[in-house]
Nanobody
Framework: QVQLVESGGGLVQSGGSLRLSCAAS????????MGWYRQAPGRQRELVAD???????NYADSVKGRFTISRDNAKNTVYLQMNSLKPEDTAVYYC??????????????WGQGTQVTVSS
């Protein structure tokens, strides 16, 4: 079983920055693809950014050039650096871990979420 614990959310003014962290338990982190998702009130959860175990990253168009995802396999932690924040970035941000074992079975874990609020 894997547990994901997010931290770093909070209230920030428009144009400000925050860095989210997600620490994973267990030993599969370095083999897993990691992602950050967000869900605003009344909206579906959406992918913000993800990073493969090899370090390749992908971003939603709405955050390209402003957000950076990174990982530290030695610390079992994935980060999301968010710059130039906008009110529309306000949401609960969730960390996700995806891992496929040698049998092909997919494991999908979520953190509890951390609130990010950007005031105008």
């Amino acid at each position: 079983q894997v547990q994901l614990v997010e931290s770093g959310g909070g209230l920030v003014q428009s144009g400000g920055s925050l860095r989210l962290s997600c620490a994973a338990s267990g030993s599969i982190f370095r083999l897993a693809n990691m992602g950050w998702y967000r869900q605003a009130p009344g909206r579906q959860r959406e992918l913000v950014a993800d990073i493969t175990r090899g370090g390749s990253s992908n971003y939603a168009d709405s955050v390209k050039g402003r957000f950076t995802i990174s990982r530290d396999n030695a610390k079992n932690t994935v980060y999301l650096q968010m710059n130039s924040l906008k009110p529309e970035d306000t949401a609960v941000y969730y960390c996700n871990l995806k891992f496929r074992d040698y049998t092909g079975r997919m494991f999908d874990y979520w953190g509890q979420g951390t609130q990010v609020t950007v005031s105008s």
